[in-house]
């Protein structure tokens, strides 16, 4: 799996958006990026992730840029509850070495501010 | 759907003894990996099973062991304890060849 490259911590105003970055410049053509967060005490909990076009669910916005090397996690109205450690992970979908298994980094801890 | 359940909670052990933890994934899910977190080593891979195979492994000592069952759930054992093993033990099952994980809370077990 490629290595990802995090910021340690950041932090954000509650209420605004929240651009958490990720560097993967050794990301292969059919690896993709996952993000997951994890809040202290609990398991981790997936978020979003993509391949090459960007995505947007209820929880976030993942931008990819176009060469794959880099991305971002928005969340785009940040709340105390979202203050967590964000993991981004890239990782090919399934098969091989790849099978259920996950390599987390050491992440960013996200601290959302009243 | 009911989310992915690890039992015991908490767990505490005496060194040299073994101890076997247990996972029951979403309902459907035949996908359950195995991840120990300790504060130096940060999350790591144990190891994963499918359809009750092993299908991938970490880089873990024989200790480590694992199964699962027909119904999906899983088990996880580790034999002669040492203090290093203290860690909270998490599982994720997921559906079919999918890396989208769903964790449980995880065991959290103290080796004394």
């Known amino acids: 799996d490629a290595k990802t490259t995090q910021p340690p911590s950041m932090d954000c105003a509650e209420g605004r958006a929240a651009n958490l970055p990720c560097n993967h410049s050794t990301i292969s053509g059919n690896e993709y990026v996952y993000w997951y967060r994890q809040i202290h005490s609990q398991g981790p909990q997936y978020i979003i992730h993509g391949l090459k076009n960007n995505e947007t669910n209820e929880m976030a916005s993942l931008i990819i840029t176009e060469d794959r090397k880099s991305s971002t996690l928005i969340l785009p109205h940040a709340t105390l509850r979202d203050t967590a450690v964000y993991y981004c992970?890239?990782?090919?979908?399934?098969?091989?070495?790849?099978?259920?298994?996950?390599?987390f980094g050491q992440g960013t801890i996200l601290t959302v501010h009243p | 759907k009911a989310g992915v359940t690890q039992t015991p909670r908490y767990l505490i052990k005496t060194r040299g003894q073994q101890v076997t933890l247990s996972c029951s994934p979403i309902?459907?899910?035949?996908?359950v990996s195995w991840y120990q977190q300790t504060p130096g080593q940060g999350l790591q891979f144990l190891f994963e099973?499918?359809?009750?195979?092993?299908?991938n492994k970490g880089n873990f000592p024989g200790r480590f062991s694992g199964r699962q069952f027909s119904n999906s759930r899983s088990e996880m054992n580790v034999s002669t304890l040492e203090l290093g093993d203290s860690a909270l033990y998490l599982c994720?099952?997921?559906?079919?060849?999918?890396?989208?994980?769903?964790f449980g809370p995880g065991t959290r077990l103290t080796v004394l």
């Open positions: 992970i890239v990782t090919f979908n399934a098969g091989g070495t790849s099978y259920g298994k996950l390599t």
């Open positions: 099973y499918f359809s009750e195979t092993q299908r």
């Open positions: 309902s459907g899910h035949r996908s």
């Open positions: 994720a099952s997921s559906a079919w060849d999918s890396n989208e994980q769903f």
